[in-house]
């Protein structure tokens, strides 16, 4: 059994820490850091923190995306690299004393058909049975809304699972494909859900069993700092957030999906899978940037997590 990410918009991620941050204001800058980065890339991180290798499936492009491949070589991944035209972006995170974060985001680099061919062409070819995939972060431009969709339909024939974490369109689209995960947010369900206002729990729960109802296997509802519920067909749980110092929110999502696949990987029980994840996403924000949390304060974390059980 293998692991999988596919990162089709990763980026080189500049965190920049101030004591305070206003807009239309001189800000003075107390440090900055640097990462490799996109939702893929972060998840495998995660997962070598945790000692369980992956496969790094990127699209890269111009001179960052060359960059950013020879460094993840560079550190021993083991990276498949498909072109693109263009440049693989540069985000902007600023963090602020009290933890608050803004994200400035560039679109990244355009893919063509030959590209999206190339990738379903290499999934085809090395996905494996019970091999797990994971499916996470924002498209490129040129890439269609179903792309995410399509692997997981090229997965379902391979007998491979899929975790999902997207938004948009591509989430809305590729719910659709029934992968075997899904870990929406909140705001990516208010979409889902084409409400024009923020879901209630009730709200969240029905349509979190409606999703294991139509063929998805687990649910993972992510709620910040409150924690996250966790719905299949026998249970739903919730687990409770950590009261933790947050140096960046950046990553959090990541380090739970990553928590994830590790817990699937290994056939953890249902009370591990809540407690790892909710532990790794807390390890996470107590980490500058990116980074993923020490897997020693991961296994301090869960057991402290609490875990309320029903609706």
């Not at 380090?255 to 996470?284: C, N, P, W």
Request: hydrophobic content about 35%; some cysteine; overall charge negative.
């Amino acid at each position: 059994m293998s692991i999988i990410t596919v990162t089709l918009n990763p980026a080189i991620d500049k965190t920049i820490y101030c004591d305070s941050f206003e807009l239309g204001a001189t800000n003075r800058i107390q440090h900055v850091t640097e990462d490799i980065a996109g939702k893929g890339i972060n998840v495998s991180k995660n997962l070598r923190e945790h000692h369980l290798e992956s496969t790094l499936v990127a699209v890269f492009a111009g001179h960052n995306g060359d960059r950013s491949y020879r460094f993840l070589i560079g550190e021993n991944y083991d990276v498949v690299k498909i072109d693109a035209i263009g440049e693989t972006r540069i985000n902007q995170k600023i963090v602020d004393k009290s933890g608050t974060t803004t994200e400035l985001n560039e679109k990244g680099p355009s893919i063509t058909q030959d590209t999206i061919d190339d990738l379903y062409t290499w999934i085809k070819n090395n996905v494996k049975t019970d091999d797990i995939v994971i499916l996470s972060g924002s498209l490129p431009q040129g890439a269609p809304t179903d792309i995410y969709g399509e692997i997981i339909r090229i997965c379902h024939t391979l007998s491979a699972k899929t975790i999902l974490d997207a938004s948009g369109e591509c989430l809305v689209d590729a719910i659709k494909a029934k992968p075997f995960c899904v870990k929406p947010n909140d705001d990516e369900i208010q979409t889902l859900l084409e409400l024009d206002r923020k879901p209630t729990k009730e709200e969240m729960l029905v349509y979190g069993k409606q999703l294991i109802q139509e063929g998805i296997e687990k649910v993972v509802i992510s709620l910040g700092k409150e924690g996250a519920y966790f719905i299949d067909k026998e249970r739903i749980l919730k687990g409770k957030g950590l009261e933790l110092k947050s140096l960046s929110s950046v990553g959090a999502g990541d380090a739970m999906v990553s928590a994830l696949a590790y817990s699937f990987y290994h056939h953890e029980t249902y009370d591990q899978i809540v407690k790892r994840a909710i532990a790794t996403s807390g390890a996470a924000v107590e980490t500058e940037g990116t980074k993923p949390g020490k897997q020693s304060r991961v296994l301090e974390l869960m057991e402290l997590v609490k875990i309320e059980k029903g609706a």
